[in-house]
């Protein structure tokens, strides 16, 4: 185990056995690896994106939405658990409800969720934005679906 990076010390000694028997068959793991970890110690729904695959802009808070009740719910969450569990450092950071457009291999999904940034994390991926979906808007009944607990 010479010459390993931190996510890959990481990976061997937290990972999932998918994940280290991966890394041991000499698959491509490093996605895997900043999946589990985002689970682990950020929010199980949060997902690293390429800046230019995402569009977001403010969410649009009318009448009594669960969205909108809930998105500021966890919102304060996200904010206390971020303070207090997992950001020590003095560099502020973000966090964002806002509504987004995920465009994935051709297909594009909107929702409503968080944009986190400025988090003093080594791991994670230069150039990607840390988003955390809530709920996803059908645009075939025009309603949204379930909400998720990010966390």
Do not use: Y
Request: glycine residues 8%.
């Amino acid at each position: 185990m010479t010459n390993c990076t931190e996510m890959e010390r990481w990976a061997r000694e937290n990972g999932s056995g998918s994940l280290r028997q991966a890394i041991e068959c000499d698959m491509a793991w490093k996605a895997m690896a900043l999946h589990e970890r985002t689970a682990m110690e950020l929010f199980t729904a949060g997902m690293w994106v390429q800046k230019s695959r995402l569009t977001t802009g403010p969410f649009l808070a009318e009448g009594d939405c669960r969205v909108t009740t809930e998105l500021g719910w966890f919102r304060r969450t996200i904010i206390h658990r971020l303070k207090h569990h997992i950001h020590h450092k003095d560099a502020p950071f973000t966090v964002e409800a806002r509504w987004f457009t995920l465009d994935v291999e051709g297909i594009s999904k909107k929702g409503a969720g968080f944009i986190v940034s400025g988090l003093s994390i080594p791991w994670a991926p230069v150039g990607q934005i840390l988003l955390v979906p809530l709920a996803f808007f059908d645009p075939e009944t025009k309603s949204w679906g379930p909400t998720e607990n990010p966390l």
